[in-house]
């Protein structure tokens, strides 16, 4: 997509964040690849919904951020109620060791945010280039 096409509304950014944010999730959620997908799941995700989307540098960010936000609201913010619920405490839960976690949680969430506009860059790149380059003669296309 090139840079002075016309802007798109807040709906297509919403739907290429939450299309990164479920391949993400689902990444997540195969046992067999949990403990890889979910180290490259922000990634792949992202270059999904950027390569569907054509997504240039700042519209790559604005999907990370998306797909940052939608892991806080979904995940992080249930959390954090129940870390920092009395119920943490009447179980034994260390106020140090509840603050690690905090700490963990929002690490967790700037990081998919950060990859998945990583990966809705490149993603947003390579489809830019897949349509700019003809096909290979013989290709039948």
């Not at 090139?2 to 807040?10: G, I, L, N, S, T």
């Not at 999907?63 to 129940?82: H, Y």
């Not at 990081?111 to 039948?140: C, F, K, Q, T, W």
């Amino acid at each position: 997509m090139a840079e002075d096409a016309p802007p798109r509304h807040a709906g297509e950014y919403a739907k290429a964040g939450a299309v990164g944010f479920g391949v993400n999730f689902g990444c997540l959620l195969v046992p067999p690849v949990h403990p890889l997908g979910a180290l490259v799941g922000p990634f792949v995700g992202g270059f999904i919904a950027g390569s569907r989307f054509r997504a240039t540098g700042s519209q790559a960010t604005l999907i990370g951020l998306i797909m940052g936000s939608a892991f806080g609201v979904l995940l992080g913010i249930p959390s954090l109620v129940v870390l920092f619920s009395p119920l943490a405490s009447a179980v034994g839960v260390a106020s140090g060791t509840r603050t690690v976690i905090a700490i963990g949680i929002v690490f967790v969430i700037c990081y998919v945010g950060l990859v998945g506009a990583i990966g809705a860059a490149v993603g947003g790149n390579h489809a830019a280039r897949s349509a700019a380059d003809p096909p290979p003669p013989g290709s039948g296309a």
